[in-house]
């Protein structure tokens, strides 16, 4: 097949992260006979940088009309100034807001050779397979901001269109998998939260079959989602509680550099890492790229409907973190570990091994 490929690297660490995903991509397009035509173009602080807009137009276009979207991480202290008008986010938050990504699927597994890298023991670990969905286009992040030195204020709104298109789509992929849903919400605080688990309940009651829905408070799932993780198998919530419970459900997994997401929705979808720019690490060849690699399985997948090639490069990562080939987040302080690059370059040389018409001949 024929695609276009938009990459988005951005800030901080994402340009070195972003090139191991295509090499990976590249390779993957060698190996089954597709074309893949990569574009690059500025977002966040270095578009800010160059042109004086965290979304340049000639981006959005791009990733408009575009088949798919691979970003790294936007952000970092350079542009952290509190009187700035213009910040990196804005530039992601945007971008999702125009291609109509209302839905960002983020899964957690638990490679078994990772369960002592978490602070959590070890056998509450094994077999954990998390699909944490997180409404993206909505609530606090896109409320009216007011602000001021002596008040400021976010607001959180939610219609419930949005709340069902997005409880539609967890509902359907919770039906392909153990048919559990848990919806997360504050409805024992917030008028949203009500709307959200009323839209919710009346959803999975009167259009489906086949799963079985649970609601929890924000507070409480955020503690069961370390004690017991292994109960729970689609999570869906609204946008700031999944923002912060992803990262928490990171810690599950062994490192947030692990772990990739899709952004789907109206337009072309985007895929990213979960983690953030890393400006400490950045330039110094020690980034994780397994989050951005994974997040071109979830690529392969969504936005192309390549099963075969997704599930190559799944295989891939796995059998590569099983024979320790580890960044250095995941070793400890001393050991020897791999580069950003190196981890990029092994995963290539494995991958025709999981590709079966190569086996095969
Ligand atoms: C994420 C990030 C972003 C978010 C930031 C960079 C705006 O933390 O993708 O999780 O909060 O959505
Ligand atoms: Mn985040």
Known sequence: MKAK?????????????????????????RLWGHQFDFESHAIGGCALDELGEPLPVETLEACQKADAVLLGAVGGPKWDNPQAKKRPEQGLLGLRKALGLYANLRPVTVHPALVNHAPIKADRLFGVDLLLIRELTGGIYFGEKTEGTEHAADVCAYSRKEVERVVRLAADLARKRKGKLTSVDKANVLATSRLWRKTTSEYIETQTVGVELEHQLVDAFAMHLIQTPK???????????????????SVLAG????????????????????????????????????????????????????????????????RAINEKVWSKDLVAEGESYFGTEEIGEQVVKWLPQFCPHLIEA
Request: hydrophobic share 45%.
């Open 255 to 318: 490192s947030i550099g692990l772990l990739p997401s899709a952004s789907i929705g109206d337009g072309t979808a985007l895929f990213e890492p979960i983690h953030g720019s890393a400006p400490d690490l950045a330039g110094r060849n020690i980034a994780n790229p397994y989050g951005t690699i994974l997040s071109c399985a979830l690529l392969l997948r969504h936005a192309l409907k390549l099963e075969e090639e997704a599930k190559a490069v799944e295989d891939t990562v796995w």
């Open 5 to 29: 490929i938009v990459l988005l690297p951005g800030d901080g660490i994402g340009p070195e992260v972003v090139a191991q995903g295509e090499k990976v991509l590249s390779a993957v397009a």
């Open 231 to 249: 109960r729970f198998d689609v999570v869906v919530t609204e946008n700031m509680f999944g923002d912060i419970l992803t990262d928490e459900a």
